[in-house]
């Protein structure tokens, strides 16, 4: 009977090794597969975070790009109509190139309202600064087109005064073209950076 004992243990201490081992094995299977899943749960998280970041950027360009297209648009027209020796000496055509001006100024209004809606402060206000110029140049329409009908006929605003005031409306567009595209790239580096971010547990009493 005594010589049966090493046998017996011999043979429980080998099903506990197994055991064992087995167990073990499974702890770090499950370990890897949770490992795993996490990283595809937030690989998903990051790219619905990705999809909404789009969809909140998309508006936002698209109502820019509408702002910068607007402004090249009154720029054009004002050089054709209104710069140097192009201004109209005949009163009607005047008040035609005065109303097409503050046509094309009430769109960059409504354009840069949604603007501000959708966009950043620093984009809004660097738009308002380009609006601001655009009233300065309505204004001076205005007083020209007042010389025109005065007896005798004045030239109210000079041309270096005009030359001066659509160089200003060109810079504004700069300065609004370079605060929209800080915007943009801004947005995209806080969403990666808040998505690096561990996310804080909370304290355990």
Known sequence: MD???PTVIAAVASGTLVGTTALI????????????LDAQVEQVRLQ?????????REPRSRHYAEFVNGIDTL???LSDHW???RMPAD???LAAVREEVRRQERELHRIWSRVAVEGTSGVASAGQDALDVTGEMTTSLG????GRRADPPETVTPRLARRRLWEALDE??????????RSLQDDGVRSVRRSLRPERQPEQD
Request: glycine residues 4%.
């Open 48 to 56: 619905i975070k990705a999809q909404a970041l789009e969809q909140r």
């Open 83 to 85: 710069l140097d020796d």
């Open 91 to 93: 009163v009607d055509e």
């Open 25 to 36: 094995t499974s702890y770090w299977t499950k370990q890897g597969q949770k490992a795993q």
């Open 143 to 146: 007083r020209d087109l007042r």
């Open 75 to 77: 720029l054009d027209y």
């Open 3 to 5: 010589s049966a004992w």
């Open 172 to 181: 504004s567009q700069g300065v609004f073209i370079a605060a929209a595209r």
